[in-house]
């Protein structure tokens, strides 16, 4: 069983904490590690530091590889430019597969957080049970709390195996991203699970179905593959990436795929997409006031405010539902509930063109 | 004509910019000049820098001197520590009564701000003329503008002479700090000024209305009168004002004599009294956005707030009325109409024993 850690990503909307040199995973938002160390200490009950691999990019490896002195340094894969899920996924199973062609690989975003890791280790291994006989491509879904859009929808079909208690079910379709009408639709209806872009997989079983869906990608892996551990791996990845095309491995292989398996997961999941998913999810004080890095603060009257200040000593006064974050140069005060706005102010940034801030 | 600049107090109510080391006015809220240096500026027209004396305390002295480069060293006047108004006027009147016993004394606090600065200065020229040639004790009163609690009401008597077109009038009575049903009754009964701190007399006349309602300071007076300008005179003003009761020049004389005029000024006041009063007088953007400093602001859809932030970048996403100010070490947020509750963060930073933040 081994582990692949997908951390790309920028993240517009945590602004000004995550920075192009700093995207979110770097960021230790909720204490003192940061959510890519939180991913990797949920997994090592299961799986060994060198069975997990992290794919990254040039700009993030160092400050990745200095946050996991755990992870050896060759399974720090770097892509050379950002070509989205379905190459990076590649990249990783032939990698995995040089090392063990029976290999399972998990599939983790490196950003999301989890309540119950207890939880998540049990389905994982059950994944990876109903992964280890064939070609089966197993999603782990979350149940849906709202018909929030952006997300993959998973239809859930009929029972295929129960493993140690476990129910694994066919999936019937899969929609990425459907708009609000049709999540409010798939809501009523019933039987949709969120997409986590959690996988597991036999590694020759993906790049079986790569092969199959996408066999530009697929030719474009196998390139590599012969160069893999020779001196001209990098160039050969680098020629080889800037010709694949950009694509998920949720609209490439997953919504073609008739092998597709899915076990609901209830363990208390996020994929942490805004301050105020943030506040959702956060501790907090009496006051409903939440400041993950233990600043000082001094409320008065003042509830239900987020608070990412480092080394301040932070005063409230007779103010409610703020998201209040501070860099080493810049302030941002937000309402809770207007955080997706954020997104205006990088966008402002950029047509000034102060790249400083960004 | 001399000027008497009183700066002392410590400006609780503008934490955490103001603090023990740097009172409200040292502090450069509205711009590049602070409120010392803008209420000299304000005089320089009609009254030169060597007649200017400024009264001050030792914490203050150094940063004082900084600040007013064009003030003679020997005219800032080091009180060894703080007994309110009335002896700090008495040793400026002393002072100045040794470099010429004619002299016209106008008092003025540290920290306020004028709108029309000439018509202040056309004002203070005609209550020298009215000051001139007796004892009359001239005050400037503000019209008020509200039943503010906090300050001294002047009632105003019939008119005493007219002096190149402006009023002078007889005060009926003084009223310090009435409470809030007083203050209504004399808004709606009408003929009441506020108390701006500003007075304008003969040296000579101050000290003689000293010696008459309080014989004991002026004793204090004649004891340091004594020493001043020999080797021993710092250890003797110590020693006297250590015996000298705290009074205010308002209460100890104002209210008793009977020799008081004033003439009304609507030069556009304001004591600066709150980060409230801030933002009602200060420079606001299209969106009602003050920042003094010239901060470096992205809002959007937010308005009215008030920013005291020096070097950042401040982000406002859909956030109103809000008071922001940040320094090196602290960062307070508050509501709008809630800066009085300010001091209750002093009060628990000071039972906290947080004195670093004070």
Redesign the interface.
């Given at each position: 069983m081994y582990a692949v850690i997908m951390a790309g990503g920028r993240g517009v909307r945590f602004?000004?904490m995550s920075r192009e040199k700093r995207p979110k995973h770097l960021l230790d938002i909720f204490g003192s590690r940061t959510l890519i160390q939180e991913t990797i200490d949920r997994i090592l009950p299961i799986i060994p530091s060198d069975r997990i691999f992290v794919v990254t990019s040039i700009t993030h490896a160092d400050e990745l590889t200095r946050q996991l002195p755990e992870i050896p340094r060759e399974n720090i894969l770097v892509e050379p430019m950002g070509r989205n899920t379905a190459p990076c996924i590649g990249l990783a199973a032939l990698t995995i597969m040089k090392k063990d062609p029976g290999a399972i690989m998990v599939v983790l975003p490196a950003d999301h957080r989890i309540e119950s890791e207890e939880k998540l280790r049990q389905i994982l291994l059950t994944a990876a049970d109903a992964a280890r006989n064939g070609k089966t491509l197993v999603t782990i879904g979350i149940p849906p709390t709202g018909p929030v859009t952006g997300y993959g929808y998973l239809e859930q079909g009929p029972l295929k195996e129960t493993i140690a208690g476990v129910s694994v079910y066919h999936v019937q379709s899969i929609r990425e991203k459907p708009g609000a009408e049709q999540t409010k639709e798939f809501l009523s209806r019933g039987g949709f699970l969120w997409n986590s872009g959690m996988f597991v997989w036999k590694a020759s079983a993906i790049l079986e179905a790569i092969a199959l869906w996408l066999p530009d990608i697929h030719q474009g892996l196998m390139d590599m593959d012969l160069s893999l551990g020779t001196p001209d791996e990098c160039s050969i990845i680098e020629q080889v990436y800037g010709r694949m095309k950009s694509i998920s491995i949720d609209y490439g292989v997953m919504e073609k795929a008739d092998n597709v398996a899915v076990i609901p997961g209830d363990f208390g999941w996020s994929d942490v997409g805004s301050w105020d998913a943030i506040w959702e999810i956060a501790s907090k004080d009496g006051q409903g006031n939440s400041s993950p890095n233990q600043a000082?603060i001094?409320a008065?009257?003042s509830y239900d405010n987020l608070i990412q200040?480092k080394?301040?000593?932070?005063?409230?006064?007779?103010?409610k539902d703020?998201i209040?974050v501070?860099t080493d140069?810049?302030?941002?005060?937000?309402?809770r509930?207007?955080?997706q706005?954020?997104r205006?102010?990088v966008e402002?940034?950029e047509n000034k063109k102060?790249t400083g801030?960004l």
């Open positions: 602004w000004p000082r001094i008065v009257d200040v080394d301040k000593l932070i005063a409230l006064v007779d103010v703020l209040i501070e140069d810049e302030l941002l005060i937000c309402k509930g207007a955080s706005d954020i205006k102010v402002i940034l102060m801030y």
